[in-house]
C-alpha cells in the first residue's frame, strides 16, 4: 500500500469521503480531495521513512503551495462547490507494510490573496 492509499483509508475511517486522488492539470497535482460536514479539504501527502533526515514539511515551499493553489482554482471552476475549503497536509512515516500518520495537519496553508 502506498502512502496516498493509506491517507485515503484513514480519512474514511473518520468520516470523510475521497472525491478524487491525484487530480492533476498542466501544472500541477493534488494528492486528495476529500468532503466532510461542509468541508472540501485538498491534501498533499508526504512520506518519510523511519530512518530519514528529511523534513517532509519543508518541501511544501511558496511555490509548491502556488502550485497546488492553482490546482485547486482549476477544480473549483469545474466543480461548483459551496463548501469551505481547505489545504492539508498529510505526513506519513513508516514502511509501507506498517504506515503512521506523524501528523496530519488541518488547514496547513493559506493561498495568498490576490
Known amino acids: 500500500m502506498g ?5 485515503c483509508e484513514w480519512l474514511q475511517i473518520r468520516g470523510w ?7 492533476r492539470t498542466r501544472r500541477a497535482e493534488i494528492d486528495i480531495i476529500a468532503k466532510n460536514n461542509g468541508i472540501l479539504a485538498f491534501v498533499e501527502v508526504k512520506f518519510a521513512s523511519d530512518g530519514s533526515t528529511t523534513m ?17 482554482a482549476f ?16 505526513v506519513v512515516r513508516g514502511t509501507p507494510s506498517e ?4 501528523p496530519y495537519l488541518e ?4 493561498p495568498d490573496p490576490l
Not at 56 to 72: E, Y
Request: charged share 30%.
Open 3 to 7: 502512502a496516498e492509499r493509506f491517507v
Open 75 to 90: 477544480y473549483l471552476a469545474k466543480h461548483n462547490s459551496q463548501d469551505q475549503i481547505r489545504f492539508d497536509v498529510a
Open 99 to 102: 504506515f503512521r500518520m506523524a
Open 107 to 110: 488547514d496547513a496553508f493559506r
Open 56 to 72: 517532509p514539511l519543508a518541501k511544501i515551499d511558496s511555490r509548491k503551495q502556488a502550485r497546488i493553489t492553482h490546482a485547486a
Open 17 to 23: 469521503t475521497v472525491i478524487v486522488r491525484n487530480f
